[in-house]
């Protein structure tokens, strides 16, 4: 069964009426999957924040520092998308603390996943696009540190480029960058990744899926890391609110699956988040999340019934 990670504060930030960012998508997706039996109580996992300290060891400490506090200028706090609370200091570093247990867990069984996640667009010295801190490069940096592993390969096919993540991994070997995304969409200023995939508009269901099955075994076999994080964001969905590609359903389950099967193949465990994914109707957005834990599912009863691949 799947093990996952989840907290409640993930959907208790306190925003404006209408505000873009889709923040009660978090609990609709954790009661779902649960309703479905796709996560298990016993196999869910409530994370610990990170420590101001764990942050800035990847995070510009003035920058950190001016964040918990709410001292960060108007210009600075715009950038962000959000008012600053101290809900969102608390939000911020659990979900942190979330994508670094989910590492934990692939770690010790293969594949994990997390009900949040994904905020690539943090760099050293800013945050931008509602991400605050980068969860995914203070994942990687820890459990480096930690020596539990020696390479991590950040797959992010969000519909956005990991322009925060590709910036803070430059120079750092030890941390291996691949966006797949949306070539003319946020940022306008794509940041230079280790691998870069731009796509055009309007890419559907089986373009995507030759592209990124063409791209895994490369990437896996030529990097061999220890650890892949992935950014499974669903605003590659055809009817995303911020997105211009037009994935289905179908192929948000297939990309997922032939991410772990990839992996997995070769022994790499596979640490997951949810990623972005917009739409008024937050509610809208549960059966495009849900795929990625009913495709981590779906192999991981394979895998132990010894049937299908891997």
Not at 65 to 77: H, M, V
Not at 262 to 291: C, F, S, T
């Amino acid at each position: 069964m799947l093990h996952a990670v989840y907290h409640p504060i993930y959907s208790a930030l306190p925003l404006p009426e209408h505000h873009r960012f889709p923040i009660h998508k978090y609990r609709l997706l954790y009661e779902h999957l649960l309703h479905q039996a796709v996560l298990k109580p016993d196999r869910l996992h409530q994370p610990r924040p990170l420590t101001l300290e764990e942050v800035a060891q990847v995070h510009c400490p003035d920058y950190v520092r001016q964040f918990a506090e709410g001292t960060l200028d108007p210009k600075a706090q715009r950038r962000l998308g959000f008012p600053w609370s101290p809900p969102l200091v608390e939000r911020t570093l659990t979900a942190c603390g979330g994508t670094l247990r989910t590492a934990e867990l692939a770690l010790d069984h293969g594949i994990a996943c997390h009900l949040s996640g994904g905020y690539h667009h943090a760099h050293r010295e800013f945050g931008s696009g509602f991400c605050v801190f980068n969860d995914l490069v203070l994942a990687a940096h820890l459990l480096l540190a930690q020596e539990r592993v020696h390479r991590v390969l950040i797959l992010d096919c969000d519909v956005h480029q990991g322009d925060g993540t590709a910036r803070l991994c430059q120079g750092h070997p030890d941390i291996i960058t691949c966006s797949l995304h949306c070539e003319r969409n946020f940022p306008a200023r794509k940041a230079q990744s280790h691998v870069d995939i731009p796509l055009d508009n309007g890419v559907d269901d089986q373009a995507y899926l030759t592209t990124l099955t063409e791209l895994l075994p490369w990437l896996l076999n030529l990097y061999q890391p220890d650890l892949v994080l992935y950014d499974a964001g669903v605003d590659v969905h055809r009817d995303d609110a911020l997105g211009y590609l037009c994935l289905s359903d179908q192929g948000l389950y297939q990309r997922d699956r032939a991410v772990f099967a990839a992996a997995l193949e070769r022994g790499i465990p596979v640490a997951a988040v949810i990623g972005g994914g917009y739409a008024k109707n937050h509610a809208d957005l549960v059966p495009r999340h849900q795929q990625l834990f009913v495709a981590a599912s779906d192999l991981l009863k394979e895998r132990r019934h010894g049937t299908g691949h891997p």
